[in-house]
């Protein structure tokens, strides 16, 4: 039988056609698994990328927790803390990981991991940045990585670093434009072997020969410490806070905030008479501050740290065991007694119209009426003790508390 040429023909074209068809078919199964391919890949990317987010968010919280821990009480053990804690070696990166104290291990099961590549500047003013990345990885391979950029400031940083007390028995800073010796034999003001009897600013010219000249020549042995020849008076180096005006308005804005046993008072236009109110006693000590001019007369005694923002006339029989401020510029001191001050005396005349930028005006004076038989006696374990004790209070490092200003993640 014979096979006509137009059915062979048919034949063919059939063939053709089947042969398109699942052509067509095997494109669009192919175009159909690479999509799912795809799809699956843009999941799995969207997943890894939730997982590194959530680490570097986990890794903040962590952060700011241990960043908040009030057992440290200034930047100092900040920084000593942050190079004591376990560091390993991120498996992945290789970069050190700072990892969390509590619970030994940067691993948040299924969030990843996180690490902190630098060490915040903590004595930076202002705004602190710090990054925290978080990564997705399986094995040594990072699947997905997340930048965590917060901005975060201490409010209310220990002003006490890297000086914690005045540097003299008595400490006056700015420029120093008068000084009245006491006129009793008896009265001394002494600094020890390590600290002079009076400490002048260093950037501020002549106030330590201003202070020499004031002290009669039958007096000059009263005034001891430091190794040196008497009169023991020179100019120096007196460290932060008591060089710097805007430092001294933290130191009060500190006080008056944040330490405890804190009162304050304000004395307005008027002088305020502490004679009366409670400013501490040796075993209870407490920190006094007073906005303006203040007096203190009789047989008063107090502990502690006592800040007057204006100036300070203390009549009758000093007895005050700690850290005396004065920052109107004059003290005057009258009668004396048996009494004195041991710790330290610092006094400066600050300009604080400004609020926001306090600064150095002229020391209008320092008087020592009289005197009798008290003295000014340095004792550096007493300050020691009260400044860590009292000067260091708060709900976070340096009585600092921490406040988050930014917080971005890429």
Excluded: C
């Excluded at 002048?200 to 202070?211: A, C, K, M, P, Y």
């Excluded at 860590?388 to 993640?409: D, R, T």
Aim: cysteine-free; charged content about 20%.
């Amino acid at each position: 039988m014979r096979t006509s040429r137009s059915s062979k023909s048919q034949h063919g074209a059939a063939l053709i056609i089947g042969l398109l068809l699942v052509a067509v078919a095997s494109l669009g199964a192919i175009t159909s698994m690479r999509g799912t391919l795809l799809q699956d890949r843009m999941v799995s990317n969207q997943q890894n990328k939730i997982i590194s987010q959530m680490a570097a968010e986990a890794g903040a919280g962590r952060f700011l927790e241990w960043l908040s821990d009030s057992g440290r009480s200034n930047t100092d053990e900040l920084s000593s803390d942050w190079k004591n804690t376990d560091k390993r070696k991120h498996p992945a990166t290789k970069k050190v990981i700072h990892v969390d104290a509590q619970t030994g291990s940067n691993q948040f099961p299924p969030f990843g991991h996180y690490y902190i590549p630098k060490e915040p500047d903590w004595g930076k003013e202002g705004e602190i940045p710090v990054t925290i990345v978080g990564i997705s990885r399986s094995g040594s391979e990072i699947l997905a990585e997340t930048q965590l950029q917060l901005s975060i400031r201490l409010d209310g940083s220990s002003v006490f670093e890297p000086s914690p007390a005045p540097p003299a028995a008595l400490t006056l800073g700015g420029k120093v434009t008068g000084f009245s010796a006491a006129n009793s034999n008896p009265f001394k003001i002494t600094g020890g072997d390590d600290n002079v009897a009076v400490a002048t600013d260093q950037n501020f010219s002549d106030g330590d020969s201003l202070v020499k000249r004031e002290i009669p020549k039958n007096r000059t042995g009263n005034y001891t410490g430091g190794g040196l020849a008497t009169p023991s008076v020179t100019a120096m180096d007196l460290g932060l806070p008591w060089s710097n005006a805007m430092e001294l308005k933290k130191l009060v804005d500190h006080a008056e905030t944040r330490m405890p046993n804190q009162t304050a008072y304000n004395a307005g236009d008027g002088t305020f008479d502490l004679s009366s109110v409670n400013i501490g006693s040796s075993g209870s000590e407490m920190v006094t501050v007073v906005r303006g001019n203040a007096e203190i007369k009789g047989n008063k005694a107090g502990a502690g740290i006592l800040i007057v923002t204006g100036d300070l006339t203390w009549s009758g029989t000093p007895d005050f065991k700690g850290l005396v401020v004065v920052l109107g510029g004059d003290l005057t001191w009258n009668g004396g007694g048996n009494g004195g001050v041991r710790g330290s005396i610092y006094i400066a005349n600050i300009d604080q119209s400004d609020p926001a930028n306090w600064s150095f005006d002229s020391s209008s004076g320092t008087r020592f009426n009289g005197g009798g038989n008290a003295s000014l006696v340095y004792d550096k374990t007493l300050l020691t003790n009260t400044l860590n004790g009292l000067g260091k209070g708060g709900g976070g490092p340096g009585g600092q508390s921490v406040k988050v200003l930014s917080w971005a993640s890429y």
